[in-house]
């Protein structure tokens, strides 16, 4: 079965600061999701990545997909208090479509200090 | 609109209890999903459904019962549950399967407590 491994698993950032969360596929990448938790909460869909070398924006965050290192790099500028929460990897656990659901990482707890 | 509700919030069941979770999404989705979540943990896949069948089972057992009355609703029938099923429940739903990869969205999810 498919295996992701987020690093770091948590991450205290001071506000105003960059920040990248790493996630590596121990198989072939065909569909990478990023998504955002408070606990508790539902997920909060970030990004999909699907094609190698794919980049994908919303507002500070930037995603990126290494399709040959099987990775993907969640980028945060300029961090705010905002953006506190937990930051979950995902990918197609099948051949993609999503037909075979997705399986997580275990998550990367970031904190914003002020 | 990306919206997947989900009822109730929270539930307090017994073991002996007989209760159902509901999942509902309006943007036309046809794939459904029902994830189980325990505390500090990833999102485990439970159940998909395609096109209003049932697809996957990840093994899960029979006193998870899923139901899928139309394609924009999902149900999650729970009978006689243990302690250790005590966790947050997720739907979730997508546009379609197939090859290429779709936008799975989350509902905010109903925590169930089984005392």
């Known amino acids: 079965s498919q295996e992701l491994e987020q690093s770091p698993q948590s991450l205290i950032v001071q506000e105003g600061k960059n920040l990248t969360i790493n996630c590596t596929s121990s198989?072939?990448?065909?569909?990478l999701y990023w998504y955002k938790q408070k606990y508790g909460e539902g997920l909060i869909f970030l990004m999909m990545?699907?094609?190698?070398?794919e980049e994908k924006s919303h507002e500070k965050i930037t995603a990126k997909l290494d399709e040959k290192k099987q990775q993907s790099s969640l980028h945060i500028t300029a961090s705010q208090p905002s953006h506190a929460g937990i930051y979950l990897c995902?990918?197609?656990?099948?051949?993609?479509?999503?037909?075979?659901?997705?399986?997580f990482g275990k998550g990367t707890h970031l904190i914003i200090q002020p | 609109d990306t919206e997947v509700t989900q009822t109730p919030k929270h539930l307090v069941m017994g073991m002996t209890n007989k209760k159902s979770l509901k999942c509902e999404q309006h943007?036309?989705?046809?794939?459904m999903y029902w994830y189980k979540q325990k505390a500090k943990k990833p999102p485990e896949l439970m159940f998909v459904?395609?096109?209003?069948?049932?697809?996957i089972n990840e093994s899960v057992p029979s006193r998870f019962s899923p139901e899928c009355p139309n394609s924009s609703l999902l149900n999650l029938h729970l009978h006689a549950l243990q302690p250790e099923d005590s966790a947050l429940y997720l739907c979730?739903?997508?546009?379609?399967?197939?090859?290429?990869?779709?936008?799975?969205?989350f509902g905010p999810g109903t925590r169930l407590t089984v005392t």
């Open positions: 459904y395609s096109y209003e069948k049932l697809s």
């Open positions: 979730a739903s997508s546009p379609r399967v197939g090859v290429d990869s779709y936008e799975q969205y």
């Open positions: 943007m036309g989705h046809r794939a």
């Open positions: 995902g990918a197609d656990s099948g051949s993609g479509g999503g037909a075979d659901g997705l399986t």
């Open positions: 990545l699907q094609k190698g070398g």
């Open positions: 198989k072939t990448l065909y569909g």
